[in-house]
């Protein structure tokens, strides 16, 4: 079984090993070592990255690109970038990435704790992500003011600079101590404690101080079901969340020529005046519409005393044909045959009370001269269309509608 030199010390993170087996696992050349700095992935943890230098001349490095502790042996399997050219290795872990791990389970842990004391709510699980850190916490219910009552219990404990202890413990220990969760596997069980604040059973790796965790801050909570998962950010990566909204924050302020501390009020005056606008805008179109519609209807061609509007339009919202039809319709005696040119064609056919022509047979021909079949209404107002047609095609079309209403004999 790999020894696993992380247990006893989290900031270890220079060994020399020995290796005892060579696998190949994922397409991978891998390895398993007498002894290892290298956390697999596990309890909510992703694993360490890092290299394995070959003794004695240290050179070529393998990157050791993922670490899975076998649940057979309790080996851990380190996935390599290439075949390892020896059998002693110098390991290094990559520092960076072990300390952002700890950070955000130090913190974790102590947030799991501030969550059951100031809101009793249980941690049902963890996952730390490259971007993303959240816990699921056994609880629908969460108000804003518990939430803030936890992050603020939690950072106390951080500022006060706790010391975090993890050993192995006897059957006999575990059952005198103050557990905020059972153990969830067999054998020799490890506990960390964090001051008198926290004491969970857990593997990973932890900072020494609760200090180092720097800050923790929730950022986001999202009822699922019976739980609630609260995403947060620990360490460097709340000062990266903080810099990162800090900037947006500025931007949009600067944009809005108002201060950070007036933007809610100056985005529901922005609301206001769209909102004002949209309502003008509206009024003036259905004015002009009515202007446009009186032009139309006045230059349109007189047939045996029906008025026929025939127009090609191009570059508008289908939905002004279909108001424009319905204001040329409330003239008498008259038939709106109005078509879009464009990448999607559209046909609207209407006339009013007083005419007997259908519109739905009128649209039938036209279609038929643009190739498509798509279409329909009622006889006193129909639409169709689809295909992409030219200004030429949509006249062509019109023309033909104007035909078959002329056959109807409406004189
Ligand atoms: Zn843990």
Redesign the pocket.
Known sequence: MTQRLYYADAYCITFSAHVVQRLTYADKPAVVLDRTCFYPTG???PCDRGWLYPLPNLSPVVEVVDVIASEDDGNVLHLLSEALPADDVEGRVDWARRFDHMQQ?TG??ILSQAFLRAADAETVS?HLGTESVTIDLNGPHLSPAQVEQAEALANEVVFGNQPVRARFVSAGELATLPLRRQPQVNGAIRV?AIGDFDV?P???T?VAHTGEVGLIKVIGLDKRGEETRIEFRCGRRALADYGHKNQMVNQVAAMLSTGHGELDRAVQRLQAEARQLRHELRAAQERLMAYEAAELWTDAETVGGLTIVRHVFSQRDPAHLRQLATHLIAHPKTVALLGLAGPKSQLVFARSEDVTADMVVALKAACRVLGTESGGGRPHFAQGGGPAATETQIAGALERAQQAINNTDER
């Open positions: 309890g909510g943890q389970h974790q842990h963890f960390v969970t857990c593997g990973g932890h």
